[in-house]
């Protein structure tokens, strides 16, 4: 109830959902800009293979095999803290693909990213707008906008946009995470495009006709709609097929973990005093920092205002 009441008060205010200062307790010891990477688990399997080969087609398939897949794994529990303006995170993963990412605007909240596979075979960039509102009084609808590009060493460019998510349950009840809408690719090079529709989330006048988790698409021609060159279908909670063909399976297919780097630059989150006591347990200290933290960022957002007034 307390939780109820804090939000609530914040709402009525006119916040922002994606500002609303939430207790600590409700956190995990993350920034939300080293989470994002759970997003991108697959990266290392998927979008590798697919530098491995020179059929573009078969490109499309696997940078899209490497999103879908990757939907799942952002399902967590717990929240991640906001990132400051100017933080930073670096890690890798094993196969010693590198990770940049900074939060280069306070509001809107947007965080830019870079990702570079170690023998230059692929890169990975683009940036993230957070965005949030709530649908009734206990459900948020969220969004990571922006879009993904992904560059391959002989100039094949697939980008791509995530789906906008609806997390009901958000301070009673069971917790679901649904994406909805569509999410998109496209190739303009190779005149490839694939829109994959998700299923609606049901509702009081609606019933939805399959589970919320499947989605139907197709890869078709850019130029020529009428144009298909396979069906696509899944689910994004067990598999993805091209025509019928399993690319990605939840049983088989395992995603990376990150590494940390051992010298990152004095910006890291992982420096954070509000993520460091949480992660000790020491609820007390987290939400002392988390706040302080909060003043600052506010005091500095003022200071650069007056500046750009004064203009």
């Known amino acids: ?22 207790p600590v307790r409700i956190f995990e010891p993350r920034s ?15 979008l590798r293979m697919a530098a ?16 879908v897949a990757g939907l799942h794994n952002a399902c967590k529990q717990m929240k991640p803290f906001n990132p400051i303006l100017g933080e930073t995170f670096q890690g890798f993963w094993p196969d010693g693909t590198s990770i940049c990412i900074e939060h280069t605007s306070h509001h809107p909240p947007i965080s830019h990213f870079y990702v ?3 023998q230059k075979k692929f890169s990975y960039f683009g940036y993230y707008e957070y965005k949030a509102r709530l ?8 969004s990571q906008d922006g879009p993904n590009h992904v560059l391959f060493y002989d100039g094949q460019e697939i980008i791509f946009s995530y789906p906008p998510c609806k997390i009901t349950g958000l301070l009673y009840g069971t917790r679901v995470l649904e994406w909805f809408d569509q999410m998109v690719f496209r190739d303009e090079k190779n005149d ?12 009081y006048f609606y019933k939805a006709q399959n589970p919320t988790d499947f989605f139907i698409g197709q890869i ?11 069906e696509v279908k899944g ?37 954070r005093q509000d993520l460091i006591f949480l992660a000790q347990k020491d609820l007390e200290q987290a939400q002392e920092w988390k706040t302080r933290l909060e003043v600052i960022q506010r005091h500095d957002r003022k200071l650069r205002n007056d500046n750009n007034n004064k203009k």
């Open 116 to 118: 570079e596979d170690q």
């Open 32 to 46: 939300t800009i080293e989470r994002i990477c759970d997003n991108w688990a697959f990266m290392p399997i998927y």
């Open 52 to 67: 491995n080969t020179k059929d573009q087609l078969e490109r499309f398939k696997l940078t899209i095999s490497y999103a």
């Open 192 to 203: 490839l495009e694939c829109i994959l529709s998700f299923e609606q989330p049901g509702g």
């Open 1 to 22: 109830m307390e939780l109820i009441q804090k939000v609530g008060k914040q709402l009525i205010e006119g916040k922002d959902v994606v500002s609303v200062s939430l």
């Open 235 to 271: 689910s994004w909670l067990d598999y993805l097929m091209f025509d019928g063909k399993k690319y990605w399976d939840i049983e088989i297919v395992e995603p990376a973990g990150v590494i940390w780097v051992d010298k990152p630059l004095s910006s890291d989150c992982r420096y």
């Open 135 to 142: 649908k009734g009084a206990n459900s948020v609808l969220g």
């Open 220 to 230: 078709r021609k850019i130029s020529d709609k009428n144009n298909i060159i396979c």
